[in-house]
């Protein structure tokens, strides 16, 4: 086992270069993103990615390099940017989406059953269709047509090509038909026959494959835009954990409450117990606690006093402080853990969309197709409507309906299944990421461990461990415990809080202290009984003369290198013993490691803790590698090392400390017991404290995946089947019917079968 300690440092910038970021309007999918993000590599001195999910490009330019240079570049591609504002969002795509999702469902439900049953044939249906398939295509199919084009300018498909030429295709011909063939007539029925033969072109309509085409594939994007809305919520969560207002302290020592905003450096401020410190700085009156386990890693409160740093949204628990802010708004480490998480965020090379890849290749095959049997039909002089229809018929029949349905289904029945195992899955990004991961990191505080300080021991003034459970040590353990809490009952102290409750539990009665005081970073005084009463460290019990033994110094010494909190308790000069604090081991992170090992995968503590604490936890449940006291962005370093050694990396926390290094991790996985800005930059998250459910995740997203696979491959093979059978003129409208409902069918039953998922220890 080894233990190495990363100070999270990083390399200056050259100051010849700058990054610029911007907002990309107009993208559609993945592909856009990486297109995008090709041309502006092409420009000399460039470094740039674009994150689809905020829509927003990251880059950092020589000198001589503008924002305008920038946008100028992104519009030749045919999209849009600007430089972001302090007002910019995520645009929320799923909104739009839904709106024409719903105006697609209904109107395109009635056209395709009364398509497919030739008993709710009305006179003049195929007119009616018509009306209610125009606006399904056209306005509802808008985004596809949109992307199509901005594509073909620049000489590329996507599955949105395919998707826009097979609903026009389909809608092109059905007006042909309906306006210059035999399909118009009042009266006309499709009838119903599966078998192969050449129909009537003129007859022949296929409104009810492009209302479902463009249906199916809403459906499928709107899933997807709503699981991507929440990829740019970690950078919401991480801003809004900062203190909105503050109290500024003026020269003549009046407080005014005012908007964050009007703090600058120099200023000072007052923090209150309970409060958020506002902003980086140095504290130049008061002493108190302050809990900073959310930013920094650290389990145990820092003790901080005049010429201590602190920083900003860490949270003080106790007394006045007054504050002299040394860094403000983008410069606190606050906004650079923000910084970290986007950057970690744009430069995770997402895997592209699996119907996009194949696209790649399928569209422009398919289109060429299409043109090959264009010209055969012609050549053997079948005629031209013949083979316009041949045609057609190939472009339609190779857009798979079940395309649409494929990934989302799968998430929606793994997800589904998921929840009900207390397991947040948000999108095929997390699955696939998830599928080969051979290094598991976790953080310790809240992930490992409760995260809530609690008694692990009580020493006698030799140093012997009391039991409190047994007959001979009970009166001394209840009488260090008594005093202890008495001494601890006028403090807001977490260790105190820790005290409290284990004197509580056994059921000790505290006796009421006079004289009360808190003594910063060394412990507490107190009258108990009318005798002078002392808890804390070590040092400030020999400085009041309490001479201390050397088997209980070296069970201190012990202790501390585990990570635990001392607090050695005198009464009236008489030392009584010591209560040792620690965090609290969760019970499943045993059971969880010894299950990742037995899956042939490497464990990493990764943590802001001392490398005693570290070590000690790792032992106890059989950690392969720990780094510790390692700040936000020495995380994010350190899972950079781990994959630039070839490791596939999922990371495990809860803290905001763990957002940079959860994002950057080819799978985030958070503990739903941390923060909302662990949640949101992670890919999976746990409802329950249970490492164990990380394991378990890994299991579901490999069986959903697998799923994924299967069903693009059916939405796939049951068109591509029927693409000869187009080619050579046998593709009546109920054959495209059926292949498109087959398929479709196959996909949903398919995932249906996640919901029986079953895990396997």
């Not at 994002?663 to 329950?688: H, P, Q």
């Amino acid at each position: 086992m080894t233990a190495t300690s990363t100070d999270g440092r990083t390399a200056d910038r050259p100051s010849s270069r700058r990054s610029i970021d911007l907002d990309i309007q107009g993208m559609s999918c993945a592909s856009c993103a990486a297109r995008i993000t090709k041309k502006l590599n092409r420009i000399d001195g460039v470094n740039a990615t674009v994150n689809y999910a905020t829509a927003r490009a990251h880059a950092l330019v020589p000198a001589g390099t503008s924002a305008q240079d920038l946008i100028d570049v992104v519009q030749r591609t045919g999209y849009d940017a600007s430089v972001p504002t302090p007002e910019s969002a995520v645009p929320d795509r799923a909104a739009e989406l839904r709106v024409r999702l719903i105006v697609s469902a209904v109107l395109s439900i009635p056209v395709m059953v009364v398509s497919m049953a030739p008993p709710l044939q009305f006179p003049g249906w195929q007119w009616v269709a018509l009306a209610m398939t125009l606006p399904v295509v056209f306005w509802c199919g808008l985004p596809f047509h949109r992307a199509t084009w901005a594509n073909l300018k620049h000489g590329a498909t996507s599955m949105d090509t395919l998707i826009s030429m097979g609903s026009l295709a389909a809608l092109g011909w059905s007006v042909w038909a309906l306006l210059f063939g035999h399909a118009g007539m009042i009266g006309m029925r499709h009838a119903v026959h599966l078998t192969l033969a050449r129909g009537d072109a003129g007859s022949t309509i296929y409104l009810e494959a492009a209302c479902a085409l463009v249906t199916f594939i809403l459906a499928g994007r709107f899933i997807e835009a709503r699981s991507r809305r929440e990829a740019g919520s970690a950078l919401t969560a991480l801003m809004a954990m900062g203190a909105k207002s503050v109290r500024i302290l003026g020269a003549d020592g009046t407080e005014t409450e005012t908007p964050i905003s009007a703090l600058g450096v120099g200023k000072r401020f007052v923090v209150r117990p309970g409060e958020k410190v506002a902003a980086d700085g140095v504290v130049v009156e008061g002493s108190s606690a302050v809990d900073a386990s959310l930013v920094t890693g650290e389990s145990v409160p820092m003790e901080v006093g005049p010429g201590d740093r602190v920083i900003g949204a860490t949270v003080n628990t106790s007394g006045r402080l007054v504050v002299e802010a040394t860094a403000v708004g983008s410069d606190t480490q606050l906004a650079q853990i923000a910084r970290l998480v986007e950057q970690a965020q744009v430069g995770r090379s997402a895997t592209q969309d699996l119907a996009d890849k194949v696209s790649s290749v399928f569209v422009p095959t398919v289109i060429s197709l299409a043109v090959v049997v264009l010209a055969i039909w012609l050549l053997i002089g079948e005629g031209a409507t013949a083979a316009f229809t041949a045609a057609v018929a190939v472009l339609i029949i190779a857009c798979p309906c079940a395309l649409g349905l494929a990934t989302p289904t799968a998430l929606l029945a793994g997800t589904g299944r998921g929840a009900r195992m207390g397991i947040v899955i948000r999108g095929p990004e997390a699955l696939e990421r998830a599928h080969g991961i051979d290094t598991v990191v976790m953080d310790k505080t809240g992930t490992l461990t409760t995260g809530t300080m609690s008694v692990a021991q009580l020493l006698d003034a030799g140093g012997a461990v009391l039991e409190a459970s047994s007959a001979q040590g009970r009166p001394a353990a209840e009488r260090l415990l008594a005093v202890g809490a008495a001494l601890e009952s006028g403090s807001e102290h977490p260790i105190a809080r820790a005290v409290l409750a284990e004197a509580s539990r056994i059921g000790v009665r505290v006796a009421p202290v006079d004289d009360f005081t808190a003594l910063a970073g060394a412990g507490v005084r107190a009258v108990v009984d009318g005798r002078d009463g002392l808890a804390g460290r070590p040092q400030l019990l020999r400085d009041a003369g309490v001479t201390i033994p050397a088997g209980l110094d070296d069970a201190v010494d012990r202790s501390a290198a585990q990570g635990r909190t001392v607090v050695v308790v005198a009464l009236g000069g008489e030392l009584l013993g010591a209560i040792l604090v620690a965090d609290t081991l969760r019970q499943t992170s045993s059971a969880a490691i010894g299950r990742l090992h037995s899956d042939g995968i490497r464990t990493v503590l990764l943590t802001g803790d001392n490398a005693g604490a570290a070590q000690y936890v790792a032992d106890q449940v059989g950690i392969d590698e720990v780094h510790a006291d390692v700040r936000p962005a020495g995380k994010l370093s350190v899972i950079e090392q781990l994959r630039g050694q070839g490791r596939k990396v999922a990371m495990v926390g809860d803290g905001v400390n763990d957002a940079a290094a959860l994002a950057g991790a080819d799978l985030g996985v958070s503990m739903g017991t941390g923060t909302d800005v662990a949640i949101a930059a992670s890919d999976i998250t746990l409802t329950r404290g249970d490492l164990g459910l990380a394991v378990d995740a890994l299991h579901l997203s490999r069986a959903t995946l697998r799923t994924i696979h299967q069903n693009l491959f059916w939405a796939f093979a049951y068109n591509v089947v029927a693409i000869p059978v187009a080619a050579l003129g046998y593709l009546n409208p109920m054959v495209a019917a059926a292949a498109m409902a087959f398929s479709s069918v196959f996909v949903v039953t398919n995932s249906v079968r996640l919901t029986r998922f079953r895990i396997r220890h």
